[in-house]
C-alpha cells in the first residue's frame, strides 16, 4: 500500500532548487522506480519533490559536437527523437528495449541515471558514448563524467542538494560501431540480467578506440577499462577479443538473485562481449 | 488466423445460422467501454475497507495474538481472530457443489489458531474506514510465534521421521492402475526407457486479484458479491457461520480470470465474517503480493516414467509413478492427483499399465486448481517420454503416437470406452504441418520443431453427479431471456447461452438477455471449472431453449396448417420451411401464443452421466463424461551463447466438437499459448524454506505482449461431443499439450533434454554446455 507523503510542485528549476536546498525531500521523476519502492516499503522517504512540472528541463538538442537531453526527458521521448538512431546507436537500442511501453512513457533519463541501479538500461549505453552530466545547486552548476559518477550500490557523487539537470555526449563518430544487448528474462518489461554495450572506433585497420559497459554484474554499471586498454590500438583477432572479455569478466563480480545466478550473469558477460566486440569489430570503418 | 475442417461424416442435416460463426461476443461492448463493474468496483453507503493478517512464516506454533492496540485505533470497526469465530473455525474446500461425497481433510481453518502452516496462512481479520486505517490497524497486531520445524518437500514429507503437517501421515490421496501384466509386457518390448520429469509451482496471475463485497441486508440475508467461479460457494460460507444455506445469497459479477485460482473459496468467508461483526458493508480487494498467497497455484509434480516399446513403436508397458505437493492444506488435491493419475499415459492406449501416485502434505503454499488440473502436468511429461521413445528407437515422434494413439472405442487407462470422436492424428499432421520449414541454424542460433497431443476431460468427475440448469423464456415483444446462474470468467461463458438459444429461437443474440452470476434468482447452473461451463450450462440452454421452441412451434402450426416439423425459426421469423413467404414475426408470434396461453418458457436440468467411482484396487472405472483431443506444435529458436529461447510460431490445432463462437475458441487457443510458453520456459513461484520469494509481477515472469510468437488457431469440428450443437470442452484442453511441445521444440534444437521445468536460460546454457563437454 502506498504510504502517505507530501509532495512539493515546483513549477520552475530556480523553485526546485531551493525546495532541494532546504531539505524537503527527495527528487521524484517518472516514480517508476520510487513508487513500487514506496509501495514495497523499500523506500521510507516522506517528501517528495515533483519534476513534472519543469518544462525546462524536458528537451533534446543536436548540436555539431553535443547532444545534450533534459534530465526529465522521458525514456519514450528520446525513442521518438528522430535522429537518435543516428546520433547514438546504443541509446537508442536502450531505450527501445526498456520496460515496456507504459513505463518507458513515465520513466525519464534522469531517474535512471539516479537511481543508481545495476541494471538501468540507459548508463551502459550513454557510458559508452563518455557522456557527462550536470548537477545543479542553487548556487550553480557542475559537470562530472557519468564515468565516476557512480560510487557503490546506488550510491553516486551527486550532493543532497544538487539535482541532476541534463546529461550530454559529443555525437558519435562517423565509422564507429555502437551496440547495445540486453540480456533478460522476457521481452517486455524485463529487468536485465546482463546487460552489454559496447563502442569501436577503427582508425588504418586498427582499433583506435574501445569502450565497454556492462551492467547488472556488479554493484553498479561499469566500464571495462582494463578490457578497453587491451584493444586499443590492435587489429581485433578473436583470440584478442575472448581475452578482453575474459578481462570485462573479471571485472564484473555478479550476485545471484531471483533472476539468475552469479554463474550465468558471468558466462553471459564473456559470451555477450566476444559477441558484441566481434560485431562491433566488423561495423566499424 | 483460423481455419475450420468439418468432418464429412458429421451430423447430417444441421444448418446453424449463429452456432459456430464469428459473433462478437454480447459482453465486449460493457468490457470495451469500461462500463461493466467487477467486485472490486463496487461500493456502497457506509461501507468499511478490510485487510488480512497473512503469516510471514512457514512453520510456526501461535503462543498469542494480541489485538488491543489494533482494536483500540479510532476507525477501527472490527477486528477478528480465530478466537472470535464460531468454535468449528473451519471451511470446507472440497470440490464446490458436489453432492457424490468428499475426501478426507479438506477442512481448513478459516484463521490460524495455535499454529500456522504456510506462509500467507491468515491470522486475523480487520474492517475499518479505509483501507490505510485497516493496514495501520495490522500492523498494531502483535503475534508471539514459536517456529516450529517443517517440512518443504513431498518426498521428505513421507519420511516417518518428517514433521506432520496434518492428518496422520502427511498422505493427502494416493492412487493405483493396475491394468495388464507391465512385466510380460516389459518381456515383450525391445526396448525399456526410464526418465524422471519434474515440473513446478505456476501462479494463476489473473488480471483481477481477489475481490469481494459482503453486507447484511435489511431481510437479515448475507449478501456477498465476489470474484469467484463457483455462487454455489453460498453453501460453504453458510455451513462455515452455522447458517441457513438461503441466508447467503453469493453473487458473481463479471469475473477478470480465474484459471481455477477462484474455485476453491478465497476471501468470502473472511468477509462474511467482518460484515456481521460490524453489521456494515465490508470490501476488500487484494493486494497484487497478497493474491501470491491467497488461493493455491499449480502443483509441482514428479513423474518418473518406465516405458517398453517395440522396435516397431509398439508400446508395450507403462510403469508410472506421480508425486504432487500439495503444500499445508488438501485443498483439491486428492481430485487433482487423480486427474494426473487418470492421464498419466497421454492420449494413448496402453494395455498393461501400472501407476502409482502420491500427493504429499508440505508446509509449502498449498497447492489446488489451476487450469490443466494435474492432467496438464501428467500430459507434459507423457509427450516429452514419447519423444524420447521416438530418438531412442529412431522413429518420427509422429509417426510413433501414430502407432499408439487411443481411438475411439478402446479402453482407457482406467477401463473407460472412449465414445466420442479422437482426431488426434488429423491434429497433429495439421498443427505441425503448419509450422512449415525450419530457418537455417546460424553459428549461435539454433532452431527446433516441437509437436504434443493430449487427452483431456471436460466436464466433472462422474461420481459428483454434476446437474446444470437454465431458464430460457419469450418475452411477449418477441425478446428473449436466458437466466442460469453461470459465472462468466471471462472466457465468453455469458454470450455462448446466448448464441445457443438465438440459434434455437431464431432471434439475434441482441435480442436476447442473459441473466447469470447468481443463484438465488438464477436456476443453478454450476461451476465455470472443469472446462464444464460451456458442456453442461450450454446443454442445458440448449434443452430449455428446444422445449420453447417446441411450444412455439406447436401452436404455430396449427395457425399454418402444417406440421411443427414443417416450420423453422430463423432471422426473427417463424415460416413454413416449403414456403417461407408464408410467415410470421417472433414478435407476433410472441404475442399470438401468450393469447393463447402458451407456455413460452421452460427450466431444463442437464445431468452429467454419472458413475460410483474407481475400483481402488485395480483404478478401474469411469471418471469423466468424454474428453477433448488435439496438438499443439511450436518453433524455437535457441542462442547458444545465453540460452534464451525465442518461440517463433506456437500453432494450436483441436477437435472442439463444435464450435459455439469461433472468436472464443481462439481467444481460448491463443491465451493457452501464452500461458503454456510461460509455463514452459519462465513462470515459477520461488519458495524458501515454504516463502515466497518472488510474489510480484516484477520478479514472477510472466510472458507480456512483446514475447507473443505467431500463433496459429486450426479448429477442427467432429460433431462428437457432449455439449450442445456436439461441442466439447476446450477451455482446459487447448492448453494441456502447449508447454510440452515447446520443451520438445527446444530438446530438438539443442539436441539434449532438461527434466526439470521451466526451461530457463540458465538451464538451457548448462544443457548446451553439458553436451558440448561429452561431445568433446
Redesign the interface.
Known sequence: ?LP?FELSQPKTLPEALKVLAAGRGLPLAGGTVLF?DLR?GKEKGREFIDLSGIDELRYITHEAKRITVGARTTIAEILRDPAMAGAAPALHKAVDNFA?TMVRNAATVGGNLCCGSPSADTVPALLTLDAEVELTRASGSRTVPLDGYYLDYKKTVKKPDELLTSVFWAPAEPGSAHLFFK?A???????T??GVSVMIAKTDGKCSTARIALSSVAPTVFRAHSAEEMLKGQKLTPDLIERAAQAATDQSSPIDD????AN?RR??TQ??VC?LLSQAWHQAS | MSNIDTSPNALANVNLRQVGRNKPRNDAPTKVYGRAVYAGDFHMEGMLFAKVLHSDRASANIRGVDTAAAKALPGVHSVLTADDLPASNAVMTDMPGQVGGGTKNTKQPILAKDRVRFHGEPIALVAAET??LA?KALELIVVDFEDTKGVYDAFEAQEPDAPNVFGDDNIVAAYKIRKGDVDKGFAEADYVLENTFSSQYQEQAFLEPEAAVAWVDEHDILNIRSSTQVVEHFRAVADALGLPHNRVHLVAPYVGGGFGGKEVMTIEVWLALLAMDSQRPVKLVQ?R?NSFISHGPRHPFTFTHKTGVTKDGKITAMKITATSDAGAYAKLSPYILLYATVGATGPYRVDNLWVDSTSAATNNLPTCAYRGFGTMQANTACEAQMEELAKLIGMDSLELRRKNFIKTGDPNTTGQIIRSSVWSDQCATKALAALGDRPENTD?LVHGHGLACYQQSYGRIRWMKDTSECWVGLEVDGTVIVRCSVTDIGAGQMSALAQITGEILGVPMSEIAVYFGDGHVNPLGGTSTASRALYMTGKATEMAATKVRDNLLTCMAEHFGVLPSELDLADGEVFVLDDPDRSMSVNDMAKYCAARGIHRHALEIYRAPPSEGLDPETGQGEVFPDFTYGAHAASVAVDT??G?VTVIKSIGAHDVGQAINLRAVEGQIEGSALMGQGFAL?EEL?LEQGVL??G?F??Y???????VPDIQSIVLESRSGLGPFGSKGIGEPVFAPVAASIVNAIADAIGTRIHDLPL???KV?AAIHAKNASEN
Open positions: 500500500m502517505a513500487p514495497g515496456g540480456l528474462r522476457r521481452k517486455g518489461d524485463a529487468v540480467v546482463t531471483n533472476r539468475s545466478s550465468y558466462l553471459t559470451a555477450l559477441r | 483501507y490505510e493496514q493486494t503480493e549461435t551463447d545465453t534464451e519462465s520461488l520469494k518472488n510480484s516484477s520478479e515472469i510472466l510472458p507480456t505482449s512483446m514475447d530457463t536460460p540458465e546454457l
